[in-house]
């Protein structure tokens, strides 16, 4: 298993505090945002992990993170040279993958539990998360039936079909950079991960669990506080970085 942290685009929601660094670099507390995604990765033992960053602050990447050694695991670097959807990650990291199932988490997700189990135990097919939240018109949707099996998945849809958001955490299998290089950009001009659950969710091969703990989305000022004050007062992020 390897991992990926997706952490490029520009970050306008959080402007004018990213005119001068990357949103994934701003303070969470006390640590640096992308610590906590690493972290989520570190804790579930992946240690071969590829950082996607955007080209304007790529050098300030490798002088927080440098090479890995300190973190007790092996670092690789890639520019996304513009934001071109979350599943484009896929095929900017298909040689680092090199085959192997991958473990992908967005550089501005925070999140209590621990995924560990989920992620050593993952075989094969795609395997991702649901979370209830109270504005789904922001996030990719999962409906359900009655016995929790998976209907259908939406990108950002105008009348979603429940409350449970896609939190950007996503493992997949060795297929993931094929299926990915497959899927024609949106009329958002982007390439969408969404497409990607749902060629898995076709063959029948798309595991999707449900989330108790909390999730933060950082990326506006709100959320960005509403993790600060997270860290800070419930002490319920294990950190091990």
Do not use: C
């Not at 890639?78 to 896929?90: N, S, V, W």
Request: no cysteine.
């Amino acid at each position: 298993m390897k991992g990926i942290i997706l952490s490029g685009g520009s970050g306008t929601r959080l402007r004018p505090l990213t005119k001068m660094t990357s949103k994934q670099l701003l303070p969470v507390y006390n640590r640096p945002m992308i610590y906590y995604p690493l972290n989520t990765l570190l804790k579930a033992g992946i240690r071969d992990i590829l950082i996607i960053v955007a080209p304007d602050h790529a050098g300030n990447y490798l002088n927080l993170l440098g090479s890995g050694r300190e973190f007790g695991a092996r670092f690789t670097y890639e520019i996304q040279d513009e934001p071109r959807g979350l599943a484009d990650a896929f095929i900017i990291g298909e040689s680092f993958l090199d085959d192997e199932s991958v473990t992908m988490i967005l550089g501005d997700n925070i999140f209590v539990d621990d995924f560990s189990d989920d992620i050593k135990s993952f075989t094969s097919g795609g395997r991702i998360f649901a979370k209830e939240v109270d504005d789904p018109k922001r996030f990719g949707i999962v409906e359900f039936d009655e016995q929790g099996k998976v209907l259908s998945i939406e990108e950002k849809p105008e009348n979603p079909k429940s409350n449970y958001a896609i939190p950007g955490l996503y493992i997949f299998d060795n297929q993931v950079s094929m299926i990915a290089k497959s899927i024609e950009p949106s009329e958002r001009g982007e390439i969408e991960i969404t497409e990607i659950q749902n060629a898995y969710l076709e063959k029948e091969m798309l595991d999707v669990r449900k989330v108790e703990g909390e999730w933060i989305d950082a990326g506006t000022h709100d959320s960005l506080l509403d993790a600060g004050l997270l860290v800070r007062d419930k002490v319920d992020v294990k950190m091990i970085i």
